[in-house]
């Protein structure tokens, strides 16, 4: 095993042009005293810590539904998906995991399936914690229709000190389970709208690794 990469992950490019401002105040803040500059250090660090974008490894067995985001489970309860997905206006279950600043931001497709829908929404800038962060806060909503043709959502919500959500993908793609489609600019929330009659396998208070751990299991229809 490498040592260094255990501890320097590689960084997303939507990263570089953050770190190279923090890094050019930095100058700037030594030029005013070395104690300043250090604490400019210490931020440009973070920086580049926030917009990691480790390798990782996704479980392979079919019918799995895998955490969509680093962080903790904080709501895990009954509610209807975001309206401009078009899905029916029956509540389901949705799972939430909030990402703190210190969490990998780096957003993975919790399931194979076509991306069918890409809504994005306008709103306010609560903290991601609160449960109406979903209706209020600003969002960008993906419909994924599974390859047994029933859907799941997952929504991007920007946090109290998100200012920006960011979405690689277009409505038509055809994504893997794990695959990177997007992320959130310092601190924010997914949610995840599992599909009717399937049961998460977390627990609120419980830590998730995007990509890895798995949410839930499809079954049978």
């Not at 991601?128 to 419909?143: G, T, Y």
Request: charged share 20%; with cysteine.
């Amino acid at each position: 095993m490498n040592l260094l990469g255990t501890f320097i992950k590689p960084m997303h490019k939507e990263g570089v042009k953050f770190v190279a401002v923090f890094a050019a105040v930095t100058v700037g803040l030594f030029l005013v005293s070395d104690f300043l500059g250090w604490i400019g250090v210490l931020l440009t660090i973070w920086c580049y810590y926030f917009f990691r974008d480790p390798e990782r490894v996704t479980p392979q067995r079919d019918g799995l539904i895998i955490s969509p985001a680093d962080g903790i489970v904080s709501l895990i309860e009954p509610a209807i998906p975001p309206a401009e997905l078009g899905m029916d206006d029956a509540p389901l279950t949705r799972v939430s995991v909030f990402m703190s600043v210190f969490n990998c931001h780096i957003n993975r497709t919790p399931i194979a399936g076509e991306i069918t829908a890409i809504a994005y929404r306008p709103g306010k800038f609560l903290s991601a914690d609160l449960d109406k962060a979903s209706d209020d806060n600003e969002r960008n909503s993906l419909r994924i229709r599974m390859h047994d043709g029933r859907d799941l959502a997952v929504v991007q919500i920007a946090g109290l000190v998100a200012r920006r959500i960011v979405c690689f993908v277009d409505p038509g793609a055809q994504m893997q389970t794990g695959e990177r489609f997007g992320l959130i600019r310092f601190g924010s929330r997914l949610d995840v709208y599992l599909p009717d009659g399937v049961e998460p396998m977390v627990s609120v208070g419980q830590t998730m690794i995007a990509g890895e751990t798995v949410l839930a299991e499809l079954g049978e229809d």
